[in-house]
């Protein structure tokens, strides 16, 4: 399994000189810390050999769980995995696939809410992004439009405006 800390720190209690550096520079979190040592523990019960953990954004309500791989290996069975998860950080989890087509992450991050689109927005020689909701499914997003533009802002490093029409 992959994490943002080496192997030895996620099974112990202590992090190394590199995983402690990239925590003081910034790099990495204490909630990535906490996160990664939490799927070490579970990892040989719910068969997370295969998952890659990238990093975890506290969104205020709502936790943000990234994978490089399959999000499905960290729902786990019958989400087993999530809800250990949830339960560890005190708050609701999403997880959700980092890269790859923006408007499947999108729709990971919001599910049960529908996307209406993703468009990329030229200013001032910058790539900008539109993610379009329906007012309608307004109230079946996890998190407000505002920590929805956050999130994907850290997510995909670009500006994101959240509108619903």
């Not at 936790?63 to 949830?86: C, F, H, Q, W, Y």
Request: hydrophobic share 40%; net charge neutral.
């Amino acid at each position: 399994m992959k994490t943002p800390i080496c192997e030895s720190c996620a099974k112990s209690g202590e992090l190394c000189a590199a995983c402690g550096g990239l925590l003081q520079e910034g790099r990495i979190s204490e909630l990535d810390v906490t996160v990664s040592r939490l799927l070490a523990r579970l990892s040989a019960e719910h068969g997370l050999g295969d998952a890659d953990f990238f990093r975890a954004i506290d969104l205020g309500k709502v936790v943000l769980v990234l994978t490089r791989g399959d999000p499905g290996l960290l729902i786990g069975r019958e989400g087993k995995v999530v809800a250990e998860i949830s339960a560890a950080v005190g708050k609701k989890v999403r997880i959700a696939e980092a890269g790859g087509d923006m408007r499947k992450t999108v729709s990971d991050i919001i599910f049960p809410a529908r996307v209406s689109g993703v468009n990329a927005v030229y200013r001032e020689g910058r790539e900008e992004f539109k993610v379009r909701i329906p007012r309608g499914e307004s109230h079946h997003l996890p998190m407000d439009a505002e920590s929805l533009a956050r999130a994907l802002k850290a997510v995909f490093g670009s500006e994101v405006a959240v509108e619903l029409e």
